[in-house]
Structure formats: C-alpha cells, structure tokens
C-alpha cells in the first residue's frame, strides 16, 4: 500500500499570489512616506509685557522680543499699555497673561511692588520672568537684563561735569514715581560730581506723568535760580526741561544731560538743545529677554542678571553708522 | 517499513519538513536561496548606485539651485540698480538740461517723477559748498545738517561725474524723519546763469524696496542672502540686519569679501553653504547662506528610504523564490514518490503529465520504462509459464506409454520368436533409455548422456522397424563433456524415422554428430530419407505458436509438433541465438542441427535456469 501525499500548496494560486504580493509592495511602499517632523502641536507662548511711560523704549524692546521670538520659534504675546495707564494697570496685565498659561513673562516693571506681587504669583505658578531694565531679583525672577543705572548715572553726570568743563551749577528733573532706576541714576550723578568737585547741584524737580507736568516742573526749577546745566533723568523730564530751555530762548547755553533714545530727544539733540543721551539698547533688552526666556524654559544654564552697556551719544556722533544702528531702528 | 514509513510523515509536523527540505542541499533550497541572493544583490547594487546618484544630485542641485536664487537675486537688484540708475538720468537731465532748476518746469516733471516712484525718498542738489540749490519735496534742509560730512558728499566729490550708491544710511538732511535710505549722488559741472558750477544731486531711495528684493529669499529651511559692500565688507542688508547692528549676530564678511564663488564655512558646528555673487553695477555682493546638514537630511531620507526598499524587496525576494521553488519542486517531488512506489514494487503507478516541458518528458519516460517493465514482468511470467509447460512435456516425453507400448509389444513378439539375444539388447537398451530420461531430475545433461541416450533409443527403434536403417554416432571428445537440455535429440531422431525413414524402400541411414564449433555446440540429426520441400521446412518452425496440446506429443506420429517444442526449449533455456536449423531436400534426406551454447559447468547451468 502506498501513501501518496499531496505536495504543499498554498490555499491560493500562482497569480493569485503575484497579485498579493504587488499589494502587499504597493502598501509597504505607501506606508514609507514620512509624517513632516518639523510640524510641531503649539507653539510656546512668551508675554511681553510694555513698560509704562516709555514709548520709544517699548518699541525697541518689543522689535527685539520680536526678532528673537522669530528666531527661537515662539509666539510673543505683547501686552501693550495706555499711556495713562500706571504700574497698577500693569500688573494687571502681567497676571492676566500668567493667567493665560504663557510660557513665561517679560517686564519692565514700573516698580519694585509690581515685579515682587507678580514674581511671587508666577513662582507659585512655575511660571518664570524675566525682568527687563531692572536688576532686581526678587522670588519667582529668574532673570534679569538691565543697565546698571548707577553706572549710567554716573556717565551722565560725568557728562554733564565735561559740557561745564567741571564747574557750575546743575539741577536734578525726576520723575515723581517712586522708581528705584531712577534713584539709582541720581545717586551715580551725584556721586560723580562729589568726586569732580566743583559742581553745585542746585536742587531738583519732580514731574508728573504727562509731558506738560515736566514742563511745569522744569519752569519752576529754572526760575528759581540760574543753572548752568541740568540732568534729566527719563525721557518725559527732559522733554520738558528742552521746552523750557528753548522757551527762554537759551538753548545751547543751559546743557542738558539725559536718558533715552526717543526720536523727539534726538531731533533737539541734533538741534543742540540736548547735549547728551546715555542711551541703552532696548533692542538688545528685548532679543535678550527673550533669549533668556528661552534658557530658562529649556532648563539650560543662563547667566542670571545681564547687564548691558549704555552708550553717551551727542548731536557730532549720532550719525556715526554705529551709532546710527543702535539709536534708529530698522523698521522693516 | 511500510508502518514506519508512514508514521514518519503523518507524526513529523510541517514545520520540521520544511526545515528538513531547506537544511539539505534540496534544488528548492538551492534555487530558493540563489533567487534570493540574487534578487537582494541586484537591488543592493541598485541602491547603492542610486543612492550614490541620488545624493550627488540631490547635493548638485542644492549647490545649483543655491547659485541660482543667489544670481536670481543679483539680476533683481541690478535691475532695480540699472532702474534707478536711469531714473537718475532722467531727473539730472530735467534738472541740469539747462543750467535752470528752479522753474515751475522741472518742478512739474519731477512731482511726476516722485509719484510715479514710491521708493524715492528725496531728490535734492547741492553746491560744492554743501548749500543747498533745490530739493524735492521742498522741505528745510535742517541747520545741524552737516552736509559736507556725509559719505555721499565726499564721494561726489571726490570723484566727479561718477554715479555712487552710498550704503544704508539713516537720512539727515530734514527734520522728523530718519529713515534709512541709499543715496545716489553724481557730482556735476553745469552752466548755471552762463557759469560753470559744481553741483551735486543726490537721491534717496527707500531701502525698504532693496530690503524687499532680498528677504523673499530662502535657501532650503533655515539658509537666507545677505549683501555686503565689496569695499569694506560692511553689511549692506541681513534678513536679521537688527541684531547685526546691534552687535548681537555676527556674519563671518572676510572670506565672502574674498571669494567670487561657493564655499562652505562653519559657524556654531553647523556647515554652511556660501554662494558669492557680486552685484557689478553698484559694487554690492550676495551671500547666500544655506545650511548643508539639510542636504545631509535628504541623503538621509533617501537612504532610510531604500533600506526601506531593499527589506521589502528581500521579503518579497524571499516569498517569492519560495513559491517559485515549491513550484518547480513540487513536479520532481512527485516523480521521486513514484518511483519510491516502484521500488517498493507497485507498478502500477503512473505519472500524471503535467507541468513544465521537461517534466512532462520526464515523467512520459518515466512511464514509458514502467510500462516496458510491466512488459518485460509479463514476457518472464509468460516464459517461466512456458517452461515449466515444456518441462512437463519433456517429461511426458520420458514415459511415452505409445513408444512403451510399442517396444514391449516388440519384445513380446521377439520373445515369441525366440529372440532372446535381440530381447536382452532392446530390454537393456529400454532400461537404459528410461534410467537416462530420469537422470535424476535434471534439466540439462551432458552431451555424452545425450548421444547415450540416443543410442538405446535408436538401438530399439531399429529393432522395432526391423533393421530398417542403420545408424551412426560421431561426436568429438570436447563435445561430449558440454552440457545440453536433455532429450532434444530422441524428438528429432523420432521425427526422421517416422517421416523420413518409414517410408523408403531402400535401407535407412541415419547419423548423429556432435561437435564444438567456436562458441557453439553443434548437434546434427542427418537422414537419408524422404526429405522436404522447402515450403515444409519454412512451416516447421513458423508454425503459429497454438496453445500446446500435451496430447499432440503423445502422438508422435504428430505434424512436428515435437520438434517444434525442442526448439522453443533451446530458445527459452539459451536465448534466441540458439534453436534448431533444418536442411533438406527431397529425395536425398534432412539434415537438423541444434545449436546451443558451449557450457561446460552444470552446476552453473542448473543455477541459471533452476
């Protein structure tokens, strides 16, 4: 008896087989096409939050916060201010944005209340800021980029020392707001010309938040006696002292020694009513912010406070094209 | 064998054959593995050239395509340039034509000039002094205006009649606006008022259409142009012109200053691509910057891709050469189970022909040889049948009762004459015959039995047929001791008494010879009878093979039946060389002669045919 077997064969045909064969090729082919790895789900949003009472200031540290923001490829949430708008208003903002879920926050704090109530807010979020223009490193403030004032303070009166040729008599513009960045700038000019020595300092002002206050305030600082020279110290102050100066017709004759880099300060600089800007970049106060945002959030190793140069600018150098890169910006 | 034979294939599970199949040098795996192999190392030679062409051209047309945007941008700006170069033209010859730039004429023509550009900031002409004689839009120049301190007055000049673009500069020359433009300024000689005056007329463009020009540029992702002055290298436009000025990017200038064509740099450990191209007509050069591991990305995906490639097709290589093995196997597998059939004796098998040509010839052979075995089966069965029959007629043949019958009823005659000498010759001759007939059994004999037994058979049929004839025996020595099938001689000396001898008138003559010849032993029965026609010769072995009768021998009177069968012996024991052949002719008598083959052992003769 023999036992004949059936040779193996497969439950379908020979072109049945080719025919599966050619489909299981054309899905494996069709399953190879990538799903695009640059694609990513959200991108990470980082707030910027408009300093008060600094327009040019703002715009500057908004365009940099931009560029960066392109560069690194995040979203950049920036929370403007109105002008009447004050460090209450600010705030606001700030934790309305943390609020919000942003990555992480940038301000230029109007006052030291402002960054201390939002860096303990954001803290306990685990959200970090960073502060802009201001070195004070509070709970929940990561990081900082911000002149040293002082420093800056001490540059302008040294400046204003030079234009007296280190005698004379000078006068202080502040603000009336209770800002730390601006005692610190008084305190460096002052102390410049204590170790100059023959400079006078003839008392001070205080102005008000609009333009015309300053005004008000640099024309009761002038008629109460003759000054030779005098230190405004924020953009709005030495508005109005370059008012009241060219009001008495005695522009060029009083120096004047300032902060800032506001077009309309440029324009008297040039037309010698202001004599000197120590100017700071609010270019790189914003890029860095935002660079700093981006350490931070990566966990990566980030210097903690950053301290930028300022840079004394008068109407003979403004044009110099270095000069000329840092105070007009490249409005695209 | 036949249990274990098929317990080995219904217990051993399918895997374990297949393994068993493959493991050995089996055609299915040999064609199997090679298909494969072969498969795998065309489409490995395949994709390494591809991937090798690939990536070569993938890396030349990024270099090509690099080159390309980079010239393409060139073209663009001198264009624009070559653009703005005419239009200055056109306003220097509105306003120079005739030494007179302040009438209502050429303010006209240059309003219209301004509104059909968008990109022209100013226009305005100075003196070598640097005051000014006219602009357009009619604004103050403003008093800390240091005219003769701008680069575009020094250049005018410096050289004169010579147009020069100035780089990006902030404009300031009028209140409030800073922008940032480049200037186009020509120092001049006209006639003014029928004097000779230098003048210098200046242009400023907005720089936010040069900025256009160049930022719509990409290079692959992340790769982007800028422009440099061919002079001193400064940065005439980056797509991040802002944080270059501000000091916080840095663009390596010195060797796009340098180089007229492509190179590649390193800037933070990643390979760049730089393309070089200068801008003639305004002394600007193009860098364009893209990032080679984008390159290296698509090298990679093309090779991720045809790995990709070369796994499916190994696959498939795989599957099918499986297939295709089991395929061309499956026929010889087959045949091999058929013949196994065969060698375990069922013959009756037969391949089914189908498949390719050279099976189908295979298994049509295949069959052919079966059939012819079954034939050959059937031949031996058939012959063996015949054998044993004519075993048992020659034994018949040995105790013929008709020839029995007739001797004793001779002797019981002699005995009646008196004869007893003759009665005592043919007893002993009839004893003799019998005991030599018997011979123990055997089939064959030596040819001295033979002739001996010849002898007494012819001694009594002499005596039967009254000294009717006479006879002879002559036989060589090497004869004698051959071996032959027994009793073929009695049929034929029988054959010639009854039919040659009986009948003649004259006395008979018969005579038996035995002799070696070559290879053969040569017996002949020679008669002086009445002979045959040759038609009678041809039908005694022609005769038509009919079913023996036994009885036909018992009759040996028969029609050569008898002789028939001698020589159908002869052919069975010894093959179809042998038999008898007849020579005869009428009147003069017959000669049969038996040849067989000289054999001189027995044993190996009984062996044979036992």
Redo the contacts between chains.
Sequence with gaps: ?????R??R?PIG?RG?FAA?VA??IL??SC?S?TDP?EEPGLQHIALVAPVHAEEQGDAIR??AE?AAK?YGLALDYVSLEPSDDEEEQLQAALKMLEKGASAILIDPASEAVLQELGDKAAAAGTPVIALNDERMTTGILSAIAINNEAAGRKAGEQLADLLEGRGTVAILRSDREDPDLIAREEGAKRAWSDIGGIEIAGGAACGKREDACWQAAKQLLDQGAVDGILALDIQASLGAAKEVARRKVQGEIKIVTFGSD?EQ??LL???VLHKLVVQ?G??TG??GVEQAVKVMDGSRYDKPIVLETKVID?DNM?W?DN????????? | MKITYTKRYSVLPFVQRWVKRFRAHSIQSIIMWSFSAFILLIVIVVAVLLFNKFSRSAEQSVFLNAQQIVDQVSYNLEDYVDGMAQLYRAIEENMLADGQWDDEQVTKQLDTIMRSRDDIVSIALFNDQGDMLRNHPAIPVKPSAKVTEQSWFHSAMRVSDHLSFSLPHVQNLYDQTFEWVVTMSKGITVVHDGEPMYVILLVDINFKKIDELSSRISLGKRGYAYIIDEGAGNIVYHPQQQLIYMGLRNESVERALTSSESYIDESDGVKRLNTVKSVVNIGWKIVGVSYLDEIMTTREEVNRYLVRVVAIVLVLAIAVSLILSAMLTRPIRRMGRTMKAVERGDFDVELPLQGPLEVVQLSSRFNLMLNKIRQLMKQIVKEQESKRKYELEALQAQINPHFLYNTLNSVVRMVGMSKKEEVITMITSLSKLFRLSLSKGKTSISVREELEHARHYMTIQQMRYKQKFDFAIEADEAALSCYTLKLVLQPLIENAIVHGIEYMVDQGHIRIGAAVKGELLEMTVTDNGVGMTPEMVEGILDAKETPHNPAQFINTAGSGVAVRNVHDRIRLYYGKRYGLEFESEQEAGTTVRIRIPVIHDMDEEEREHD
């Design positions: 008896m023999i036992r004949t077997f040779p193996l497969l020979p087989c064969l299981v090729l494996l082919t190879s990538d640059d365009l940099g560029a560069e077009l440029l324009q040039q037309d010698g970049n270019f790189s890029y860095l109407a044009f094209m000329q890169k840092v105070l007009f910006p490249f409005v695209k």
